[in-house]
């Protein structure tokens, strides 16, 4: 079974553009989670979608959002970035994260760098 | 709210010997998940171990355990007989859910472990 696939795998932009990075989860998979790490905040929780709707929420502005397809597949868009957006993004999928919350399987990440 | 604290940013043990690290959390909750997570140099996080907090018995999956103790809400992590393959960034983590499929989600900063031949 494939992992969970995220790209780009790297992103390097300027401040004040927008990125959206994408997730294609593990087959079968419903919930899909997002995740900001960097040295100084560690890893910080940004949403949950599930069955195409936002289910969870974490703290942060509203420059940073998401969605989910019909497939399962999500997307996270970051809006006018700053540079302190520089943060390897990581995805991780479960079957759901409610009913099945110890197994969250995480992908590789994609390293945003903002200038 | 919820806190979780990895008090160790960085350490190291030889091969072959045991290694704890520890986390401690702060919350009012009563029913909550805890886990630990693993992220070796340039590699996908993958879930360690996890703990119903409701549950007495300490949590174990082969070379790992944990020692979880409600009262003081500590939840630390002991490696036996370390390899080199578990030298990786440790995450402590905290769930709870809030019905239905609300929850939060929070992650201590990391102990960065190395194992030394």
């Known amino acids: 079974k494939a992992g969970v696939t995220q790209t780009p795998r790297y992103l390097i932009k300027t401040r004040g553009q927008q990125v959206t990075l994408s997730c294609s989860p593990i087959?079968?998979?419903?919930?899909v989670s997002w995740y900001q790490q960097t040295p100084g905040q560690g890893l910080q929780f940004l949403f949950e979608?599930?069955?195409?709707?936002?289910?969870n929420k974490g703290n942060f502005p509203g420059r940073f959002s998401g969605r989910q397809f019909s497939n399962s597949r999500s997307e996270m868009n970051v809006s006018t970035l700053e540079l302190g957006d520089s943060a390897l993004y990581l995805c991780a999928s479960s079957l759901d994260v409610a009913m099945d919350i110890y197994e969250q399987y995480f992908g590789p990440g994609t390293r945003l760098t903002v200038t | 709210a919820q806190t979780v604290t990895q008090s160790q940013p960085e350490m190291s043990v030889q091969e072959a010997e045991t290694v704890t690290l520890s986390c401690t959390y702060d919350?009012?909750?009563?029913?909550?998940?805890l886990f630990w997570y693993k992220q070796p140099p340039s590699r996908q996080m993958i879930l360690v171990i996890r703990?119903?907090?409701?549950?007495?018995q300490n949590a174990t999956e082969n070379r790992f355990s944990v020692n979880f103790q409600k009262a003081a809400k500590s939840f630390s992590l002991k490696i036996s007989d370390s390899q080199l393959g578990d030298t990786a960034m440790y995450f402590c983590a905290f769930m709870k859910l809030y019905g239905g499929s609300n929850y939060k989600l929070t992650f201590g900063k990391g102990t960065l472990l190395t194992v030394n031949p």
């Open positions: 919350t009012s909750e009563n029913n909550y998940y």
């Open positions: 703990q119903e907090a409701y549950k007495q």
């Open positions: 979608y599930f069955s195409e709707t936002q289910r």
């Open positions: 087959s079968g998979h419903r919930s």
